[in-house]
């Protein structure tokens, strides 16, 4: 409940200071989450609350999808058997801080996933020039590198792990995720363990949408709705299953969005080791 308040309160100060267009649409909400139902002792209705949100159309979501999000993996030095594939999926901690320091140099103010999918579903505003950090799998290192630097900056972030390795070495703990959902951080699902949705038959569904979502969900004490594709990758044909089994939006890679499920598809792209600010801020300017 902390988190909603916060949430609530930022939302509130952007309504206040911005004056762009989309601030303007004060029926934008900025929770989608049920208000809580106050118990009445009476048979009398209760007075009316503020207008429901009103999703926008899938062509509306898509044209707001222009928010660059990011995605990273590991947070660590390269080791001397790491390929050259696994070394565009290393970030080494001097990289990464510099990196988020360009972000916030360059003006980019990096905003909550809900928020994101608030403003993508619903049309609630985000602040100027907003960006989203992602980091998926589960390594130890979001909770050792990323979590601490995130902290300093003051950057929500929003972390998809594969509840197989949950509590293993080397990988992030049923506690650490919920030290950082208490820290303000997304927490989402990975499936169970990191399967392409496209491949999936069967019992399979559920082993990797509906049980590592009420696995997370238990952890962490409150529903998790958010969901990042393994590999990025997705089909037409897995979206209802990913719809049916309770996420709200979906994350992949660098496919187009889906035209009818933009919601489902949203765009990112893995930042490499190799880029320096600069080169991440024209890239974000340049991709989305
Ligand atoms: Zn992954």
């Given at each position: 409940m902390r988190r909603r308040t916060l949430l609530?309160?930022?939302?509130a100060a952007l309504l206040g200071a911005c004056s762009s267009p989309a601030a303007e649409r004060t029926s934008a909400p900025r929770s989608t989450r049920p208000p809580t139902a106050t118990p009445s002792t009476t048979a009398e209705p209760l007075p009316p609350t503020s207008a429901p949100p009103t999703p926008g159309t899938a062509a509306e979501v898509l044209a707001r999808s222009t928010v660059p999000v990011l995605c990273f993996h590991q947070l660590r030095e390269f080791r001397a058997d790491d390929g050259a594939y696994a070394r565009t999926m290393i970030t080494p901690p001097a990289t990464f801080r510099a990196q988020l320091e360009a972000l916030r140099d360059g003006g980019r103010t990096p905003v909550g996933a809900p928020q994101l999918v608030d403003h993508l579903q619903f049309g609630a505003p985000l602040p100027e020039r907003p960006v989203l950090l992602?980091?998926?799998?589960g390594s130890v290192t979001h909770h050792s590198v990323a979590l601490p630097l995130l902290r300093e900056l003051g950057?929500?972030?929003?972390?998809?792990?594969?509840?197989?390795?949950?509590?293993?070495?080397d990988w992030l703990s049923a506690d650490q995720l919920r030290e950082m959902d208490a820290a303000g951080m997304t927490i989402g699902a990975h499936t169970w363990d990191h399967q392409r949705v496209d491949r999936l038959a069967g019992d399979q569904w559920v082993e990797q949408l509906d049980r590592p979502?009420?696995?997370?969900?238990?952890i962490l004490g409150h529903p998790v709705d958010l969901l990042a594709y393994p590999h990025g990758v997705w089909s037409p044909e897995a979206l209802p299953r990913v719809e049916a089994a309770g996420y709200r939006a979906a994350f992949q890679l660098s496919d187009p969005q889906d035209p009818a499920a933009p919601l489902l598809t949203i765009r990112r792209i893995m930042p490499p080791p190799t880029w320096d600010g600069p080169t991440l801020l024209a890239q974000l300017d340049g991709s989305f």
């Open positions: 609530a309160a930022a939302g992602t980091f998926d799998d950057f929500p972030a929003a972390f998809f792990p594969m509840t197989v390795v949950l509590g293993k070495a979502r009420a696995e997370l969900g238990e």
